[in-house]
Nanobody
Framework: QVQLVESGGGLVQPGGSLRLSCVAS????????MSWYRQAPGKERELVAA???????NSADSVKGRFTISRDNAKNTVYLQMNSLKPEDTAVYYC???????????WGQGTQVTVSS
């Protein structure tokens, strides 16, 4: 049974930090590119950051220099370190696994991040 379980969300003040985690099970984690998406109320889901199976990363312009994606294949976990958070970062954050070879795609259930004073 495939599972992606996100954690680490919560309420934080502007300028603060959070680290999101996504623990994977039920598939060969190291063979999948991993990414974080977010969806704010009334907006479309957007890509935040992605990491390939060999560790290459990319991120949205809106989070460059503030957010860092990383993965630990030994722990089947992908992380999103979020620093200098802004109110516009408020959203539900989702973890996604993607295998280019097969097209298999899995999503987590999401974790809420709220940036407010």
């Amino acid at each position: 049974q495939v599972q992606l379980v996100e954690s680490g969300g919560g309420l934080v003040q502007p300028g603060g930090s959070l680290r999101l985690s996504c623990v994977a099970s039920g598939f060969t984690f190291r063979s999948y590119a991993m990414s974080w998406y977010r969806q704010a109320p009334g907006k479309e889901r957007e890509l935040v950051a992605a990491i390939s199976i060999v560790g290459g990363t990319n991120s949205a312009d809106s989070v460059k220099g503030r957010f860092t994606i990383s993965r630990d294949n030994a722990k089947n976990t992908v992380y999103l370190q979020m620093n200098s958070l802004k109110p516009e970062d408020t959203a539900v954050y989702y973890c996604k696994a993607f295998r280019r070879f097969s097209g298999d795609t899995y999503w987590g259930q999401g974790t809420q991040v709220t940036v407010s004073s």
